[in-house]
């Protein structure tokens, strides 16, 4: 078994209260849960309204699977206009941890 995560470091664009953050937010993370079928959910700064952390996690039994699906994840959150990907941080655990 192998669990893969992801942590993104997320600044929001033209965004001056908590329900316009969730307004993007919210987009992203339900984007991830249905097309790559991970967990998905905002993990960090839930009262600053410029900055979030969504963080991400899947489980698989083939370690190239996560690979490719944490690869096409941070594809998709990075390629999106309103928001600025300032760090990705990825996790890999495996059953020799």
Do not use: N, W
């Amino acid at each position: 078994m192998y669990v893969g995560t992801l942590s993104f470091d997320l600044l929001l664009g033209d965004v001056h209260s908590l329900k316009e953050k969730r307004s993007v937010v919210r987009p992203i993370v339900a984007e991830l849960q249905r097309k790559y079928a991970v967990s998905a959910a905002e993990v960090e700064h839930m009262d600053l309204h410029r900055r979030t952390i969504i963080g991400l996690a899947m489980v698989s039994g083939d370690a190239a699977h996560i690979t490719d699906v944490l690869d096409r994840c941070e594809r998709l959150v990075a390629g999106r206009p309103e928001v600025e990907l300032l760090s990705v941080r990825r996790r890999f655990h495996g059953d020799d941890d």
